[in-house]
């Protein structure tokens, strides 16, 4: 019972903002008594928007415009004539104002619209640079590890290449070897085609992020060049690895 | 009519012996033939020196003579005390009733002399059967060659195979054959060749950083093998490839480089084609090259790892192989082609590096089981019946069997480091034949004809 009289009650409420707010709309757009008689030219009205008003560099924005009793519809910068109504795409480098003339027997309008561009703060690779790639290969690059048996990049493989390949990002210039190691367990023949099968793991891995095949060359050493000689897991796991040397040229 | 004999002993030993095996310290020719087969009881009595000069290679010659017909695994030797007080240096003095006696028991005995005449070293050598004393005695030989220490080994080598060849119907003695392999005793692994039993180490390539996978051509006069050479075009990084040696030469033949990383060559029986493993598409499989490098074919279309090639020496038509398709390394078996690829290990840890033996009907192979170290197996191909010829005793690999079918050299690390030791088919009589450095890879060269 409560919640029924609520309810009436939000209705009335309701319809009464309703009515109210008709009421205010109506108000401007209710013409005032104009003298009829007096067939005087109509003056022109002109309205301008940009979906989206905010882009980032390089992306567009729709212009959209809509005239009535113009004959003539300029939209400056860059877009010029245009008809009555219509919309156009446009790939403003910088925030900009657009502005729309319309002109006709009855007068001239004006409207315009805003579009504001955010340009990506510029990067500041000149800081960065200041470090010789040398010293950033020894800082920065980092060798991929793999289990027992296997060639596949694990997880802590990926992210190692992942900075690895940033690293060669940056530095252009430089060029690399991938050695592939294998643990003492296993046979020399057998373990060189595994290492090798690391190092073509890894090389792909940072093709695909971008790195292109001639900048990285690759050898397999299978069980024969070791990190580590004893015959432990820890010792073990470090000997399986893709491991980077940078080449001078 | 013995030599019939003996030959059938020797194919039962090939064909039908290991895989009944039961225990490897039993004796191979009793277990395999089940015959009741004794081996020859061989007297080898000392040889005498003619004068002083050939004092020492007497010496030499009796004890490689000796050492060749022990390890040759078909005769049994008389111990010198059971020897009579008499020895014979020609065929006139043999007492054959004093041989054949108990404890002595002979069934052969093999005596001679050395002289020094016109500056040259003489072996005069016989082979006598002391239970048929009428007959002529079955070997006589006279060798000659200059007087080194050397030189009386192999001359020694010589007259053992004579002997083998003839006390087994024909079948090659080994005591002239080599071992390629691979030591690190100059700091960095370098192909190796030695004698079979381990003496006269030369080293043959100077590569200075990594030769691996030494094989030898099916006419002893080549080596083909793995190395790390510098690209001329990009010096700091090594390319994996395969570099062929003339032992004949003593260089360096041509090769060219064949992309990726190019390893494991095996010699086509006729020695006019190679196998070998590439990863020029990016990962490894199995092709097949002409000799001199060219005309290259590819023979495996698989993910992974394909790996260690080995011809069957007998049809040149299989061509077993190391693959990972199915997860761990197995051995597989395909035809020259390519086709008709089948898996010969049962799936099981980690099996590897295929052999092949001479009659082409075993594998010898690595094979580490579930929580066992690595030990050498050998299957027959036919059966895939498969018996464990080494156990308890560290790491065993690279198998390779010599040109008579009868023995097998393998690496292990039973005494330590790796070296290389010798054993026979079955199993026994082990021995161990490098103890400078580490010693891998061996492969032993085929028959001197």
């Known amino acids: 019972m409560e919640l029924r009289r609520g309810l009436r009650w939000s209705g009335w409420l309701i319809l009464l903002v309703v009515v109210m707010l008709a009421g205010c709309k109506k108000k401007p757009a209710a013409p005032p008594p104009t003298p009829p008689p007096p067939p005087a030219p109509a003056a022109p009205t002109v309205t301008l928007r940009a979906v989206p008003s905010v882009i980032e560099r390089g992306q567009s924005t729709t212009l959209s415009w809509n005239s009535t009793n113009a004959t003539e519809l300029r939209i400056e910068p860059r877009v010029g004539s245009v008809g009555p109504q219509g919309s156009t795409s446009a790939q403003p480098q910088r925030s900009t104002t657009y502005t729309v003339v319309a002109e006709g027997p009855g007068g001239r309008a004006e409207a315009s619209t805003r579009v504001t561009v955010n340009v990506p703060p510029p990067p500041p690779p000149r800081e960065v640079r200041r470090i010789p790639l040398r010293e950033a290969f020894e800082k920065r690059a980092r060798d991929a590890f793999f289990d027992f048996d296997k060639s596949n990049i694990r997880p802590d493989g990926r992210i190692a290449l992942t900075q690895t390949a940033e690293l060669l990002r940056e530095y252009p210039e430089a060029r690399v070897l991938i050695e592939g190691h294998c643990d003492e367990r296993g046979t020399t023949e057998y373990n060189i085609g595994l290492g090798s099968d690391r190092t073509n793991a890894a090389k792909q891995f940072l093709v695909s992020l971008g790195i292109t095949a001639e900048r990285i060359e690759t050898v397999s050493y299978g069980k024969e060049k070791p990190f580590c000689f004893e015959s432990t897991e820890e010792c073990w796991q470090t000997n399986r690895r893709a491991h980077f040397i940078l080449l001078s040229r | ?449």
């Open chain 2, 1 to 449: 009519m013995k030599g019939r004999y003996w030959l059938s002993v020797g194919l039962l030993v090939g064909l039908a012996l290991l895989p009944f095996q039961l225990h490897p310290q039993q004796d191979w020719f009793r277990t395999g033939t089940g015959l009741g087969v004794e081996k020859v009881r061989l007297g080898v009595p000392a040889f005498a020196a003619g004068s002083g000069e050939v004092r020492r290679a007497a010496r030499v010659f009796h004890t490689v003579l000796r050492n060749d017909l022990a390890v040759s695994g078909i005769v049994e030797l008389v111990s010198p005390s059971f020897e009579p007080l008499q020895v014979p240096t020609l065929p006139a003095e043999l007492r054959p009733e004093e041989w054949v006696e108990s404890p002595t028991r002979a069934h052969m005995v093999a005596y001679g002399n050395l002289q020094f005449s016109g500056n040259q070293l003489f072996v005069n050598a016989w082979l006598s059967d002391v239970r048929n004393p009428q007959v002529a005695p079955v070997l006589t030989r006279r060798y000659r060659a200059d007087l080194t220490e050397e030189q009386a080994r192999h001359l020694a080598h010589q007259f053992a195979d004579e002997i083998v060849g003839r006390l087994s119907g024909g079948l090659p003695g080994i005591a002239r054959t080599k071992i390629a392999f691979v030591s690190d005793r100059t700091g960095s692994k370098e192909i190796w060749v030695m004698d079979y039993d381990g003496h006269n180490p030369q080293r043959v390539t100077r590569c200075r950083s990594l030769c691996l996978t030494p094989r030898w051509s099916p006419d002893n006069s080549r080596l083909a093998y793995t190395a790390y050479e510098q690209a001329a075009a990009s010096p700091e990084v090594p390319r994996t490839s395969i570099q062929l040696y003339s032992l004949v030469m003593n260089r360096r033949l041509a090769f060219p480089y064949l992309g990726g990383t190019t390893t494991t060559p095996a010699w086509s029986p006729e020695g006019t084609q190679l196998a070998l493993s590439s990863s020029r598409t990016g990962d490894h499989e199995i092709y097949v090259v002409a000799s001199d490098g060219g005309r290259m074919r590819r023979l495996t279309f698989s993910a992974g790892v394909d790996i260690s090639p080995a011809w069957n020496p007998r049809t040149g038509r299989q061509i077993a192989f190391v693959s990972d398709r199915g997860g761990s390394p197995q051995i597989y078996l395909m035809d020259s082609e390519g086709a008709s690829v089948e898996r010969l290990t049962n799936g099981e840890g980690y099996a590897v590096s295929p052999a092949w033996s001479p009659n082409g009907q075993m594998i010898a192979f690595a094979w580490q089981r579930e929580k066992e170290n690595f030990n050498i197996y050998a299957m027959d191909v036919a059966t895939r019946q498969t018996i464990q010829l080494t156990r308890d005793s560290g790491r065993n690999e690279q198998p390779s069997w010599a040109p008579d079918g009868r023995h097998l050299i393998f690496q292990s690390t039973r005494s330590g480091r790796n070296q290389l030791w010798l054993m026979l088919a079955d199993g026994t009589g082990l021995r161990q034949l490098t103890f400078e450095g580490r010693n891998t890879a061996p492969h032993w060269s085929f028959s001197v004809r």
